[in-house]
């Protein structure tokens, strides 16, 4: 695994523009919804944007209709 991801170095920048703006969305979200235990959890846990993307369609989705 780490030889190819050495030889296609590109599958990383591939990766982190993927991630980045999903994390970036998500912990901005959860900040601007005062959601301290999601804040964290999407800074700290990597799972290449399932959790963040989870996070922006359900939660924060669901917590924004109830401040309404």
Do not use: C
Not at 5 to 11: E, G, M
Not at 27 to 51: C, D, E, V, Y
């Amino acid at each position: 695994m780490e030889q190819f991801l050495q030889q296609n170095w590109w599958v990383w920048i591939v990766l982190t523009l993927w991630i980045l703006p999903w994390k970036g969305i998500a912990l901005w979200k959860a900040s601007r919804l005062k959601h301290l235990k999601w804040f964290i959890a999407i800074l700290i846990l990597n799972t290449f944007a399932l959790l963040d993307i989870f996070y922006i369609f359900v939660v924060a989705k669901k917590a924004e209709k109830n401040k309404e």
